[in-house]
């Protein structure tokens, strides 16, 4: 088991606001260099009971996804009981958050878009999103509803 060494500081607003600093570094060097897909919008992975699957977030993912979720007007997560992402809206069937969307939704886990990235392709970038997340005292990737709801309770 690998033990915490959360960050101390006198200022945990600036903590957050680093590690979402560079958890969006990381995104943005993946949008740099993206393997080829083919997504055609269709939404199906962010429809849990349907693929089986559900992205978990580190830490500094979940802040980045709660600042992205308070940035769309939202103070909390929306109730979804139809097994989808609760990031989905529920008229338009697109991502609430698409900017801020987290690092498993944009490895595309999604067959229809071509399937998930190579280890090869995201294994640093992995590797950085637990370094923030073991600096932040986090507990390794957690179930994307309950890593945004602690999250969004955690910078209120």
Same mark, same amino acid.
């Given at each position: 088991? &690998? ?9 945990? &607003? ?8 560079? !958890?969006?570094?990381? +995104?943005?060097?993946?949008? *740099? ?7 055609? =919008? ?7 009971? =349907?693929?089986?699957?559900?992205? !978990? ?20 997560? #929306?109730?979804?009981?139809?097994? *989808?992402? #609760? =990031? ?9 958050? +698409?900017?801020?969307? #987290? ?9 229809? *878009? ?7 392709? !995201? ?5 950085? =999103? ?15 509803? !309950?890593?945004?709801?602690? *999250?969004?309770?955690?910078? &209120?």
């Amino acid at each position: 088991m &690998r033990r915490r060494n959360p960050i101390k500081s006198s200022d945990p &607003r600036r903590v957050t606001e680093e590690a979402v600093a560079e !958890v969006r570094a990381v +995104y943005a060097e993946l949008e *740099a260099n993206p393997p080829e897909r083919n997504c055609t =919008l269709q939404t199906e992975c962010c429809r849990f009971h =349907l693929t089986g699957r559900t992205p !978990v977030l580190t830490k500094g993912e979940a802040f980045t996804a709660a600042k992205a979720v308070r940035a769309a007007g939202r103070r909390e997560l #929306p109730k979804r009981d139809d097994g *989808a992402c #609760p =990031l989905l809206h529920p008229l338009t069937s697109r991502c609430m958050i +698409y900017e801020g969307r #987290p690092f498993g939704c944009r490895t595309h886990f999604c067959d229809a *878009a071509g399937g998930p990235y190579t280890r090869k392709e !995201v294994s640093d970038h992995i590797r950085r =999103l637990e370094e923030i997340d073991e600096r932040l005292g986090g507990d390794g990737g957690r179930d994307i509803t !309950v890593a945004i709801r602690d *999250a969004l309770e955690e910078i &209120r």
